[in-house]
């Protein structure tokens, strides 16, 4: 009869831990364990911060950003041109985006991409919210900005013929971005470049 040396409760947070991407069963149980080790206090802190995400932070009602307000800042920020938007599939694109401080205009937040194997068609992410935004805020360019994997591709595609109603001008991201690689992974130089360099879609 083989005895269970890892106590219940952490092996409870080593699951839900595993549960995060990129995190595999031996990094769950290497920050269990430091978590464990920190005082109660840190721990209770860190339990507040991750509650505090669900209650303070909601969907911008404009360009679905993740924010404390709403509108949220950029789109609230009458700095911005608001007539170009820029979408991204999530809202880490969009503070990769902003890092480099090359764009000025305003963003949208598809909050994923087309993927039909895995059950993610055109309702499942913002996309008529995107057209309806276009129509009514008179914006003149969006750029688009998904990555260049098959499913940022498939949908920056779906986007374009979407679009080609409102007769909005759509650009996508030229140069540095290399094939198959997830925007938000991109240095700020290579981004700013490729936003400078966009291209008519």
């Known amino acids: ?9 952490l092996e409870k947070l080593i699951e839900s831990l595993r549960k995060l991407p990129g995190i595999g069963q031996k990094t769950a149980t290497r920050l269990a364990l430091h978590l464990l080790r920190k005082p109660v206090a840190e721990a209770r802190g860190l339990a507040r911060d991750i509650q505090g995400l669900h209650e303070s932070i909601r969907l911008c009602s404009n360009c679905f950003a993740f924010s404390e307000q709403d509108p ?3 789109c609230a920020d009458t700095r ?7 979408v991204v599939e999530e809202p880490g ?33 913002k996309v008529d919210a995107l057209v309806t935004r ?12 998904t990555s260049s994997t098959v ?13 080609q109603s409102t007769g909005v001008k759509v650009t996508r991201l030229a140069c540095g971005i290399p094939m198959g690689m997830d925007i938000k992974y991109a240095d700020e130089l290579t981004l700013a470049s490729a936003i400078r360099s966009r291209q008519k879609a």
Not at 80 to 86: A, F, I, L, S, Y
Not at 151 to 163: C, F, H, I, Q
Request: overall charge negative; charged content about 20%; proline content about 6%.
């Open 134 to 145: 276009v129509r009514n805020q008179e914006v003149e360019e969006v750029l688009i900005a």
């Open 72 to 74: 949220c800042a950029i």
């Open 151 to 163: 499913p940022g591709e498939a949908t920056a595609s779906y986007l374009v013929n979407r679009l």
């Open 93 to 125: 694109d969009l503070m990769a985006i902003e890092k480099t401080g090359t764009y000025k205009g305003k963003y949208h937040i598809l909050h994923g991409v087309l993927s039909p194997m895995d059950g993610i068609g055109p309702g499942e992410i």
């Open 80 to 86: 911005r041109d608001p007539k170009q938007v820029c």
């Open 1 to 9: 009869m083989s005895i269970n040396v890892v106590p219940q409760a």
